[in-house]
Every structure is written in C-alpha cells, then in structure tokens.
C-alpha cells in the first residue's frame, strides 16, 4: 500500500482521535447538542465554544463585586485596576508578540478605526489604502470611511487586490505589481491575515516587506487567524494589528478584542491617536489633572476601564491555548484540515469544490466549500444530522475543524453526511 494511501473508514479517524495528544482539551469546553447528541461543531469561524471554566471565572468576579463593591479594584482575586494585564502575555504568545506589543481592549471594528487614526496618514497624493477583495464587510465600511473622513473619495483611493478570473485565491505577484506601480500614491497596506471567505492564509513577512520596501505602512485584520494559526507577528514587522476573541479565542459572543503596535512604534507618542485616561501613565493617572502621557507600547491606545466579566471568560480561554501552545495546535489545525481535504478529493464528490488554497502554508483552520448545485439544500441537510456549520450565497459552506475541540471523528462525520446528503439530493 502507498503510504499516501487515504484510508476513509471512521475506525481511522478513532485511531487518530486516540492518538491525538491535544485531544483532552475537548473535555474543558461544552459542546451543543443536537437531538441530544454532541453536534458536528464547525463554526469556530463565527463563534467559539464556552470552555468549561469560564462560568467560574466570572462567578468570581460577581462574588468580589458583590464582596468588595468598588474596593473590587484593589481587594479582588484578581483586582480590577490592573486586570486586562493578566491577559497580555498569554495573548501575546497566541500571536508570536512581545506582551508590550499586544492589549486586550474594545471591539474589533473599533480598533480598527483606531488603529488607523495612527497608521493611515494621507498626505498629497498618497491616500490609497490596498485591501484584499473579498474582505469583511465591516472592514471595508471601516476603511472607506476614514478614507472619507480624510476628505478622499473611497471609490477611488480604496485598491482591491483581486483574484484572476476563474481563480479565488489572491496573488502575490499581483499585489507586487500594484505596490510597485502606484507605490507613491499608497498610504497604507492593510490585509486580513485569514481571508473569511476564502480561508486564504497570507504571509505576513512577505506583505510586510513589500510594503516597507515601498515606505509604506502595513496592518493585518487576524480575526479568523487568531487562535489558529501559530503567528510570528513581532518577526512579521507588521506595523499593527487587530483581532476578535470571540471565534478561535472562546471568549464569548461579542466578546473584547485585542490590538498590537510593533516595538518600533514603542514610544512613537508623535503618532496622532484617540486618547483615553487607561492608556494614560499609571502612576499619575489618578491625579485626574495632569495633559495625557501615553503609556509605551501597545497600552498607549487604551481608552476606557474595561469590562471585567468579558475579560474573565478570556482568561479561561487563554489558559488553555497557553497550556497547549501554538505550535501543536497549528499542527492539529494542518492535519484536520488536511484529512478533510483528502477525504474529499479521494471520494470526488460531484458538484463539490473547494475555494481555500490546498498549500497547508497558505490555508488556515476553514475550509470553504463550493457546492454547485442544490448548496443551501444540501446545507439544510447537514443541520438536520447534527452540523452547525455556516453558509454564505451564492453556494459556499465554511467549515473550521477547531483543534482545541473538534476530531478526526467529526471530519470524518462531516463528510461522511456531505457525501451522502449531495448524492440523496442529486437522486431525489
Ligand atoms: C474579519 C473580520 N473583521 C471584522 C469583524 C467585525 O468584528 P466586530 O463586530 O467585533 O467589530 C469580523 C466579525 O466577524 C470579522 O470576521
């Protein structure tokens, strides 16, 4: 037998489940069921599970509050003053950050908004601000309008950086050729590390070079990488960064997000940006008189205290990524993915295609799959047999195997019913 040879039967996939060191992680979340069965769970896209321990972390800020009321700040467990830095580091390491780099704060759209207000300086005729097609719509309503609020005209001085024709995944080469082109007319590059829709993973050096070979700025969007992939983002030299907790990171719906500014913007206090009494010195920031003095680093761009109870639920989840570390989760994330593609292409399902780069250096933790005919049917027939996956028009299915909770079983599961609900619907 090859050793490539895929071997589709379920007993495998519980051969590799056994074997999976990660595996005992499944246990410290809740899985949702479904008819009174665990679900086929594949949208840590969209949101994370609850881990286990977060109802406990935040029944104990509830009982401090309660103990303590204000003097919560000072006498709680964990007191609330200083409580987002009990997250920097372990956030830090998920992202390949220094903990000076990195801090939890507000939404993610709202840090995008931000961190913009920082880094895209338009000036003369270098406005333009290059974005992957395809992007998150709310990224997208955030960039044009700053580009308005800077007086440009977003149809214009917003550079999509598209696929080919007949293509879905992006070029490098092609964003060369619109950075080297247009090179003095681009303030600012700005990318999503994971493309939402697609699942393309990009590199972040790569971007980054180019753009810094060309004087320009460069962010990513790391949303659907966060938690998933084993990001270098301090080697990346990115300038800054943005990410949700509320999918790979299990922090709750709705939950905080993070930023990260690179060490050379440290103590950049020139940089224009939105202040707020947290990102302002600790040690006089009680004086309540003195003119902001920014903090170094990444906490300079704190606004508001922030809400603890969120910030528990993440401190549950963070413990578990610092536990398990990166670098295994990324190898389980590659392996999942890897054994859905292949069951995939070794059963050559009709009608069925797959949009997200096969290249494991250039696909995160989803998958996207393009069903040509009958896709919101077939969907529906997931649902019905215990899959919570996620469906976007015209035709595509996104489905994120989490290493930190799903198995080789429910890949092996999930085509399994793929296969099966395709070919009961093509019959009918
Ligand atoms: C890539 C990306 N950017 C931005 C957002 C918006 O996030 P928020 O609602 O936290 O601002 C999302 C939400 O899913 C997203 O996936």
Redesign the pocket.
């Known amino acids: 037998m090859p050793e490539d040879h895929i071997i589709d039967t379920l007993k495998h996939a519980e051969g590799l489940d056994r074997a999976d060191p990660l595996a005992k992680y499944r246990e410290q979340f809740h899985i949702p069921k479904v008819n009174g069965n665990d679900s086929i769970y594949l949208t840590g896209?969209?949101l994370g599970l609850q881990p286990k321990k977060a109802r406990e972390y935040v029944l104990q800020e509830l009982d401090d509050w309660a103990k303590y009321g204000v003097e919560g700040h000072i006498h709680a467990r964990h007191p609330w003053l200083p409580y987002h830095e009990f997250l920097t580091e372990n956030m830090a390491a998920v992202v390949g950050a220094n903990p000076g780099e990195v801090v939890v704060m507000n939404?993610?759209?709202?840090?995008?908004h931000l961190l913009l207000v920082s880094f895209y300086r338009p000036t003369g005729k270098k406005r333009k601000i290059i974005v992957e097609s395809d992007?998150?719509?709310?990224?997208l309503y955030?960039l044009s309008s700053q580009i308005e609020f800077h007086g440009g005209n977003a149809d214009e001085d917003l550079i999509l950086w598209k696929p080919r024709e007949g293509e879905y995944a992006v070029r490098y080469e092609d964003l060369e050729k619109i950075v080297t082109d247009q090179s003095d007319e681009i303030a600012l590059i700005f990318i999503?590390g994971v493309n939402?829709y697609t699942g393309q993973l990009f590199d972040l050096k790569r971007i980054t070079s180019l753009g810094h070979d060309n004087n320009i700025p460069v962010g990513f969007?790391l949303?659907?990488g966060a938690g998933n992939i084993d990001f270098a983002l301090h080697d990346s030299g990115a300038d800054f960064a943005a990410w949700?907790s509320?999918?790979y990171l299990n922090s709750g719906p709705?939950s905080l997000?993070a930023i990260f500014v690179h060490d050379r913007h440290r103590t950049a206090f020139n940089l224009p940006r939105f202040a707020g009494w947290w990102g302002h010195n600790k040690e006089t920031r009680f004086g309540m008189r003195d003119p902001f003095d920014p903090l170094p680093g990444a906490e300079g761009w704190l606004l508001s205290n922030p809400p603890i109870l969120p910030m528990a639920v993440m401190r549950a989840s963070l413990e578990l990524f610092q536990d398990a570390g990166m670098t295994a989760l990324r190898r389980k994330s590659e392996a999942l993915t890897g054994l859905m593609l292949e069951l995939i292409q070794s059963r050559n399902i009709s009608g069925l295609s797959v949009i997200t780069p096969e290249h494991p250096d250039q696909r995160g933790c989803q998958l996207s799959l393009y069903l040509q005919n009958n896709g919101k049917r077939v969907f529906d027939f997931l649902t019905d047999n215990g899959v919570i996956a996620d469906w976007r028009e015209p035709g595509v299915i996104r489905v994120a195997p989490v290493p930190l909770y799903n198995t080789y079983c429910d890949v092996w599961n999930f085509i399994n019913l793929l296969d099966r609900g395709i070919n009961k619907i093509a019959a009918a």
Do not use: R
């Open positions: 896209n969209s939404s993610l759209t709202v840090n995008i992007l998150f719509p709310s990224d955030a999503g939402y969007d949303a659907h949700c509320y999918k709705g997000a």
